[in-house]
């Protein structure tokens, strides 16, 4: 008994000394230092907010299963004021301080300010609902990663969903900057291939607050008989309540980036069976969004907005590459991301190392009332063999 009981002593005690090692080789790896900064005050705030509400929980839900591959998450903000100036130097800053894994900025021209910098800071860069071509085009970087859908993605789905679209005459309204002339660009060609015809394209600038000027043009044009919106933030808000008391919703609005849960939120039943695209929806049918929408709806007892999925979407694509590198060198997780197949709430995805674009199904989706409540629902999904090959125009240097 003496010589089994020490038996099962020196097994236990190797056993224990095993576990000890584990557990100190665990905390003994370095944190993942993520760097959020985004728009917490400006045009895009409203979208800055959900987008920091996901990477949080993002934060706090690895950390509660142990970490990533044993590092524990850490977390430093940056309010970008939504302005590529701030974004820069928000941006900077975090770097600097150690937070070298960027993620969250909302408009593209602020991804793109920062992506040119991102060697010089030794950082990364997750764009997760920047829009931009430019981003996986020309203005490409090795170290910069979309996770979302990309005005090229949007026009191949566009091009298939405007064919059941009967309306022949359209006016675009859409933001003076970067992404919305983009966004009038992709819709013109979409129309037009289609043998529709744009007839008037308006372009007020970023903060507008009266829109009757461009909704009277609008209007002052009986063959118009639809729209396509493309603007962004407390503008498009704006927009909505006014389009909808100078009774143009007489005309079938589309919109691009507009169905945005905190927009319809904001605007009573002003977007009320408006279509357009959806970054995200909690309808997607894969195991690893169920699992996601049913720990949000434990927390936030609501579904996931598309901002927040898709900025969920994006730290995962962070943890992803940390796990494959086992490192958290920017430059070393750079490399293990490119071209990386993994799981994702969209379904099995590849970060495509041509352009660094992730490759995912595509949704339309309408605001409909589910429960009660107004908010965007998917009514097609387009699958990721639709996303177009690269330009070219990407140079990863």
């Given at each position: 008994?003496?010589?089994?009981?020490?038996?099962?002593?020196?097994?236990?005690?190797?056993?224990?000394?095993?576990?000890?090692?584990?557990?100190?080789?665990?905390?003994?790896?370095?944190?993942?230092?993520?760097?959020a900064?985004?728009?917490?005050?400006?045009?895009?705030?409203?979208?800055?907010?959900?987008?920091?509400?996901?990477?949080q929980?993002?934060?706090?839900?690895?950390?509660?299963?142990?970490?990533?591959?044993?590092?524990?998450?850490?977390?430093?903000?940056?309010?970008?004021?939504?302005?590529?100036?701030?974004?820069?130097?928000?941006?900077?800053?975090?770097?600097?301080?150690?937070?070298?894994?960027?993620?969250?900025?909302?408009?593209?021209?602020?991804t793109?300010?920062?992506?040119?910098?991102?060697?010089?800071?030794?950082?990364?860069?997750?764009?997760?609902?920047?829009?931009?071509?430019?981003?996986t085009?020309?203005?490409?970087?090795?170290?910069?990663?979309r996770?979302?859908?990309s005005?090229?993605?949007?026009?191949?789905?566009?091009?298939?969903?405007?064919?059941?679209?009967?309306q022949?005459?359209?006016?675009?309204?859409?933001?003076?900057?970067?992404?919305?002339?983009?966004?009038?660009?992709?819709?013109?060609?979409?129309?037009?291939?289609?043998?529709?015809?744009?007839?008037?394209?308006?372009?007020?600038?970023?903060?507008t607050?009266?829109?009757?000027?461009?909704?009277?043009?609008?209007?002052?044009?009986?063959?118009?008989?639809?729209?396509?919106?493309a603007?962004?933030?407390?503008?498009?808000i704006?927009y909505?309540?006014?389009?909808?008391?100078?009774?143009?919703?007489?005309?079938?609005?589309?919109?691009?980036?507009?169905?945005?849960?905190?927009a319809?939120?904001?605007?009573?039943?002003?977007?009320?069976?408006?279509?357009?695209?959806m970054?995200?929806?909690?309808?997607?049918?894969?195991?690893?969004?169920?699992?996601?929408?049913?720990?949000?709806?434990?927390?936030?007892?609501?579904?996931?907005?598309?901002?927040?999925?898709?900025?969920?979407?994006?730290?995962?694509?962070?943890?992803?590459?940390?796990?494959?590198?086992?490192?958290?060198?920017?430059?070393?997780?750079?490399?293990a991301?490119?071209?990386?197949?993994?799981?994702?709430?969209?379904?099995?995805?590849?970060?495509?190392?041509?352009?660094?674009?992730?490759?995912?199904?595509?949704?339309?989706?309408?605001?409909?009332?589910?429960?009660?409540?107004?908010?965007?629902?998917i009514?097609?999904?387009?699958?990721?063999?639709?996303?177009?090959?690269?330009?070219?125009?990407?140079?990863?240097?």
């Amino acid at each position: 008994m003496k010589i089994a009981t020490l038996k099962l002593s020196f097994t236990t005690l190797a056993i224990a000394v095993c576990l000890a090692g584990t557990n100190a080789q665990a905390a003994d790896k370095d944190p993942i230092r993520i760097g959020a900064v985004t728009s917490t005050s400006g045009v895009f705030a409203q979208q800055g907010e959900e987008v920091m509400r996901a990477i949080q929980f993002a934060v706090d839900q690895a950390n509660a299963q142990g970490g990533v591959d044993g590092r524990k998450v850490l977390i430093k903000t940056g309010d970008d004021e939504s302005t590529p100036k701030q974004g820069l130097q928000a941006s900077e800053k975090l770097a600097r301080d150690g937070y070298k894994f960027l993620i969250g900025p909302i408009a593209s021209s602020i991804t793109m300010a920062i992506g040119q910098n991102l060697n010089r800071w030794d950082a990364m860069l997750v764009a997760t609902v920047s829009k931009s071509d430019k981003i996986t085009g020309d203005t490409c970087k090795p170290r910069m990663f979309r996770t979302n859908h990309s005005d090229a993605m949007d026009v191949a789905m566009f091009d298939q969903w405007m064919t059941d679209i009967p309306q022949k005459n359209f006016a675009i309204i859409a933001a003076d900057y970067a992404w919305g002339h983009d966004s009038a660009k992709t819709f013109t060609k979409a129309a037009e291939a289609q043998g529709k015809k744009v007839s008037l394209t308006l372009f007020p600038p970023l903060g507008t607050k009266d829109f009757a000027p461009y909704i009277s043009q609008i209007k002052a044009d009986p063959k118009i008989d639809g729209l396509w919106v493309a603007l962004v933030g407390s503008d498009l808000i704006a927009y909505a309540k006014q389009a909808q008391s100078f009774g143009l919703t007489s005309k079938t609005t589309l919109g691009h980036a507009m169905i945005m849960n905190f927009a319809v939120a904001a605007t009573g039943d002003a977007m009320k069976g408006i279509q357009g695209n959806m970054e995200y929806g909690a309808e997607i049918d894969t195991p690893q969004n169920k699992a996601f929408v049913k720990a949000w709806e434990s927390k936030f007892h609501r579904v996931p907005t598309d901002n927040e999925g898709a900025a969920y979407n994006g730290m995962e694509a962070i943890f992803a590459g940390v796990k494959k590198a086992d490192s958290v060198d920017p430059g070393k997780v750079s490399k293990a991301l490119s071209g990386l197949t993994y799981d994702t709430i969209y379904g099995p995805a590849t970060m495509r190392a041509a352009d660094h674009q992730l490759v995912i199904p595509d949704y339309i989706g309408q605001v409909q009332e589910v429960d009660g409540v107004l908010r965007p629902v998917i009514t097609h999904t387009f699958p990721a063999s639709l996303v177009p090959a690269p330009t070219g125009e990407c140079k990863m240097k």
